[in-house]
Nanobody, 115 residues
């Protein structure tokens, strides 16, 4: 069984910052990718950022230059530093971990950007 525990969401004003963290525990397997997705009300879940095993991060164009993803392979954690937040970043953010055979999701953490 795999558990992904997210933390760090909350309410922030436009232009502010938040840091999301995700820790994986449970069944051990070779991780192919770790990352973050988000889903806003009435919209489909979308990729925000992820790092695959080559270590190169991929970002959605809407967050490039504002968000930074980092991964600690020894601790099985993945963090998302979010700066210059905008109201359109408001969503539930989900941690994602993928092997070559399966993908796992956290329960999500709410990020609300509002004045």
């Amino acid at each position: 069984q795999v558990q992904l525990v997210e933390s760090g969401g909350g309410l922030v004003q436009p232009g502010g910052s938040l840091r999301l963290s995700c820790a994986k525990s449970g069944t051990t397997f070779t991780i192919y990718a770790m990352g973050w997705y988000r889903q806003a009300p009435g919209k489909q879940r979308e990729l925000v950022a992820r790092i695959i095993n080559d270590g190169i991060p991929n970002y959605a164009s809407s967050v490039k230059g504002r968000f930074t993803i980092s991964r600690d392979n020894a601790k099985n954690t993945v963090d998302l530093q979010m700066n210059s937040l905008k109201p359109e970043d408001t969503a539930v953010y989900y941690c994602n971990v993928a092997s070559n055979f399966a993908t796992y999701w956290g329960r999500g953490t709410q990020v609300t950007v509002s004045s």
